[in-house]
């Protein structure tokens, strides 16, 4: 069954340094999203994405974050100057319709 | 704004018993989508059961039902025959057509043999 895939299951970075999270959504689907999970806390949206732009994004997708889908099959999360407060699970999600969202096993980022 | 609010921090059933997670939602659009996901240790977010607002049956996959009171914006879950495997954190998720998807905090549902 086809999944969405996520790379690197676990990072681990510096505080002030970038970081990039990799996700392969599900190879027909046409919406993708980034949600991240604080650890003990509620999953929260930040930003969708579809015909190669962003449709819509939450107030803690601030200037730090970027996402990009460079080629037909990546989509990436973009940190640029990690802080504390940026550890969490970051999941990608892709759909095929506007209506549902198919998650990936998700990527922990440990800023220290 | 949509919110969704599971009021049950934790719940327990005996192996093989049933157990009903409760949720609640609030929105302002016609045209929404109610979903439980479960999130098991290794905190993998997996899609349990989808429900279109716009149906009135309610959802089932397998062991898995919902009972959908629209007028009462509840939407809660129906685990039968629970098995050790079903213990995970299960979170309740309300989707407005073309939006984002918004979470509740979450039950943990633990499994006794």
């Known amino acids: 069954e086809p999944e969405v895939t996520q790379t690197p299951s676990h990072q681990v970075t510096q505080m002030g340094q970038e970081v990039i999270l990799r996700c392969v959504p599900i190879s027909n689907h046409l919406y993708f999203y980034w949600y991240r999970q604080i650890l003990g806390q509620k999953v929260e949206f930040l930003v969708s994405?579809?015909?190669?732009?962003?449709?819509?994004k939450s107030e803690i997708f601030d200037d730090q974050f970027s996402v990009e889908r460079p080629d037909g099959s990546n989509f990436t999360l973009k940190i640029r100057s990690t802080k504390l407060e940026d550890s969490a699970m970051y999941f990608c999600?892709?759909?095929?319709?506007?209506?549902?969202?198919?998650f990936g096993q998700g990527t922990r980022l440990t800023v220290v | 704004a949509q919110t969704v609010t599971q009021s049950q921090p934790e719940m327990s059933v005996q192996e093989a018993e049933t157990v009903t997670l409760s949720c609640t939602y609030d929105t302002s659009e016609s045209d929404y989508y109610l979903f439980w996901y479960k999130q098991p240790p290794s905190r993998q977010m997996i899609l349990v059961i989808r429900q279109e607002a716009y149906k009135q049956q309610n959802a089932t996959e397998n062991r898995f039902s919902v009972n959908f009171q629209k007028a009462a914006k509840s939407f809660s879950l129906k685990i039968s025959d629970s098995q050790l495997g079903d213990a995970a954190m299960y979170f309740c998720?309300?989707?407005?057509?073309?939006?984002?998807?918004?979470f509740g905090a979450g039950t943990i549902l633990r499994v006794k043999s």
């Open positions: 998720a309300s989707m407005e057509y073309g939006n984002k998807l918004v």
């Open positions: 994405f579809y015909n190669n732009e962003i449709s819509e």
């Open positions: 999600a892709s759909s095929y319709r506007e209506t549902e969202a198919f």
